[in-house]
């Protein structure tokens, strides 16, 4: 017996509430804080230490690393991967249903296979 799925996803309810680009913002936010804070332990770094390097106060660095708060600007994101010695890297991708099966010039279908992800990976 086969199943299918009825309904919609869970990026079309958030889309429908209005919701969908808060959550994602979120999202990106908590991977942006968990990466630079795996990274300065990796580099046993204190806060302290982390804002020296950036020129920036604790204060400015706990925002950036607090993952509930989504605000975040580039410059400080730079700011950020250049005092661990790493880059930013930021694409726009297609929305996440567009990765469908297409159909190949012989009549065979394929799947779009994903890209790799390169550290950092970001937004």
């Known amino acids: 017996m086969d199943k299918q799925n009825i309904g919609s996803s869970f990026d079309d309810f958030l889309q429908e509430e209005a919701m969908l ?3 994602t913002a979120v999202a990106l936010k ?3 804080a968990w990466q630079i804070a ?3 332990k990796a580099q046993q770094l204190t806060k302290a ?4 390097r950036m020129h920036t106060s604790r204060a400015a660095l706990n925002r950036l690393l607090d993952e509930n708060d989504p605000g975040l600007t580039l410059t ?6 250049a005092a661990l010695g790493r880059s930013v890297d930021i694409r726009l991708a ?3 249903g567009a990765a469908k099966a297409v159909k190949a010039r012989k009549g065979k279908s394929a799947v779009k296979k994903p890209m790799k ?3 950092p990976v970001c937004c």
């Open 38 to 40: 795996e990274e300065m």
């Open 21 to 23: 680009e808060e959550v």
């Open 49 to 52: 230490q982390l804002a020296t």
């Open 30 to 32: 908590r991977v942006i």
């Open 76 to 81: 400080t994101l730079a700011s950020a991967a």
């Open 94 to 96: 297609p929305p996440h």
């Open 117 to 119: 992800a390169t550290e």
